[in-house]
């Protein structure tokens, strides 16, 4: 109805600087099949938990309820708990200016101290925010709110603790993210190139 | 967790293989239908997504992460929403609630845009980088809800009612917000940028 209106808009987006759709699908499938076995995971738990309940009360017996434990606990977070990148951010190995490094969900309060000194002690820090479990958590409820299902299958210590750094030279970040790579308790390490006023970390 | 994604050849007759041995094969090949059909799918919603990302956004990056997002969500929900009678539909109302929480989160730390410059004065052709960027801006001016409405309606070509479904309000409220965002675009374009009604 309003062909002007339409060629305007189709114009606005002839910058576009592209992409590759093959590569967005099998993104989704992966981050996405992690999300379905982590329901899957859940939903088999709650089943159990379930079982234990009737029998409980069937037999009379008084149990005290055991907290049933996925069998096999996911080594790595699933990408759906990862904070979204902040806007303007890209991913980049080399040359980034934020870095988030995300720690394990096993790591100890030693190991989460050890990794905070090198990082107050590194010149290459410029800016230095740490990511708790509840903030991480709270913002992750936002953004899958629409999926409460899923929500409610995940608690606060399901998300990663982050170390959130913006570099004072971004050439310097290869050999920082590998550095930091390699400290124990740290699970992934995510460089990305940010404008200035992006959060610190280049994630949300 | 290092799954590799199988390759989408299998098509979906496939899926149920009897025997005893079948089992796990006949799982495998239903997955690899069902991730061909995804495929399928994000390469044909993708681009337009991914734009319509761009003019709620201003940020190829953003939109790029959103839509990715986008579909990441519809995976998840595939087996229940794949036979759903508008798919796009489905994935545009994902795209806007992400696009609506996202700039929900980021108000508190919202950047002055720029001074608008004062053109149009006629001297901006269609097409040009000015007015190419006057318009996203300008959108970038209205609420997110009518832009919302905007960019569905005319970037998209969506129905009136199509719309009302997609953001879950009333065709009214749509209507209401397409006039009241089309004049305001006029106000901040000039009478230069034509829009007929």
């Not at chain 1, 055991?66 to 904070?83: E, H, L």
Request: with cysteine.
């Amino acid at each position: 109805m309003d062909a002007n209106l339409r060629e305007h808009f189709d114009q606005a987006v002839s910058d576009d600087p592209g992409f590759d759709p093959g590569e967005m699908a099998h993104a989704a499938i992966a981050r996405g099949g992690r999300v379905r076995r982590r329901r899957r995971q859940m939903a088999a738990v709650g089943a159990a938990a379930g079982v234990v309940l009737v029998l409980g009360v069937a037999g009379g017996v008084n149990l005290r309820s055991q907290p049933a434990q996925p069998s096999d606990q996911p080594t790595t977070v699933a990408a759906a708990m990862m904070p979204l990148a902040s806007p303007g951010c890209s991913l980049k190995a080399a040359g980034a200016t934020d870095v988030a490094i995300f720690l394990t969900s096993e790591v100890t309060q030693a190991q989460r101290a050890a990794i905070l000194a090198a990082l107050q002690g590194d010149s290459r820090v410029e800016q230095l925010v740490f990511e708790d479990r509840q903030s991480a958590y709270e913002k992750f409820r936002e953004l899958w709110k629409d999926s409460p299902d899923f929500v409610a299958a995940v608690s606060p210590k399901d998300l990663p603790e982050s170390f959130r750094v913006r570099l004072a030279d971004a050439s310097t970040s290869p050999a920082f993210v590998a550095k930091y790579q390699e400290q124990t308790g740290v699970q992934d390490v995510v460089g990305r190139r940010c404008p200035q006023n992006a959060a610190v970390g280049g994630v949300q | 967790m290092t799954e590799t994604v199988t390759s989408p050849r299998v098509a979906d007759d496939t899926t149920r293989t009897g025997g005893p041995a079948g089992w796990g094969a006949g799982r495998r090949r239903a997955r690899a239908a069902r991730d061909a059909e995804f495929t399928a799918f994000v390469e044909s919603a993708a681009t337009r997504l991914r734009r319509s990302a761009y003019l709620m956004t201003r940020d190829w990056h953003l939109a790029q992460d959103l839509t990715q997002h986008t579909f990441t969500k519809m995976y998840t929900a595939w087996d229940r929403i794949r036979t759903g009678p508008n798919l796009e539909g489905y994935s545009r109302r994902v795209l806007m609630n992400l696009v609506f929480d996202q700039q929900k989160r980021r108000s508190g730390s919202e950047i002055v845009l720029a001074e608008m410059p004062d053109q149009p004065d006629g001297t901006a052709a269609a097409g040009s980088p000015e007015l190419r960027l006057a318009l996203v801006d300008a959108l970038a001016r209205l609420s997110v809800e009518d832009r919302a409405v905007l960019v569905l309606r005319h970037a998209e070509d969506h129905s009136v009612d199509t719309v009302s479904t997609i953001l879950g309000v009333s065709v009214s409220v749509v209507k209401m917000r397409n006039a009241r965002a089309l004049a305001r675009l006029r106000t901040l374009l000039g009478e230069d940028f034509r829009l007929t009604e």
